[in-house]
C-alpha cells in the first residue's frame, strides 16, 4: 500500500519562487497531484474548501472506484460547513481540523489576517445556519 499522504490547498501567502499565484495553476497542480496519490495507492487526505476542487475529488474517487476507507476529505472548523456536511451525508469521510491549545485564539487571528476571505467563509456560513434553524 501507499503512503498517506496530505493534499491541500493553502491560504497561506509565499514569495512567488515556492508558491503559485494564479487560482486556475494551484487548481490545475492540485488536481493533477491528487491523480497522482490515487492511482500510486496512497491513502489521501482532500484538504480544500474549494467547492471545484472538492467536485473534481469525487470524480477521480468515482472514476477509480474507491471505497470511502481509501481517502477522506478535510476541512476548518466553521468554513464551509455545508460542504462538509454534504460530503457526509454522500457517505465521504471528513475529518474536521480544530485550532486548540492555549494560543489558539492568536492562532485563528493570524489565519484571518493572513487571508480575510477566511472570515467571509465564517460570516457566510454562521448566517447560513442561523437562518436553516428558523
Avoid at 11 to 22: K, L
Avoid at 71 to 98: C, K, S, T
Wanted: charged share 30%.
Amino acid at each position: 500500500a501507499g503512503a498517506s499522504v496530505r493534499l491541500c490547498k493553502g491560504i497561506y501567502i509565499e514569495r512567488e519562487a515556492i508558491q503559485y499565484h494564479d487560482d486556475e495553476a494551484v487548481r490545475v497542480s492540485f488536481v493533477r497531484s491528487l491523480e497522482t496519490l490515487l492511482d500510486g495507492g496512497s491513502y489521501t487526505a482532500i484538504a480544500t474548501h474549494d467547492e471545484w476542487l472538492v467536485e473534481q475529488a469525487l470524480r477521480l474517487v468515482r472514476e477509480r472506484g474507491l471505497a470511502p476507507e481509501q481517502y477522506e476529505f478535510q476541512m476548518l472548523l466553521g468554513i464551509r460547513a455545508e460542504l462538509g456536511d454534504r460530503l457526509v451525508r454522500e457517505g465521504h469521510r471528513l475529518r474536521i481540523y480544530v485550532p486548540y491549545g492555549r494560543k489558539w485564539y492568536e492562532y485563528s487571528l493570524r489565519r484571518l489576517q493572513e487571508n480575510p476571505k477566511v472570515a467571509g467563509y465564517i460570516a457566510s456560513d454562521t448566517v447560513a445556519r442561523l437562518v436553516l434553524r428558523r
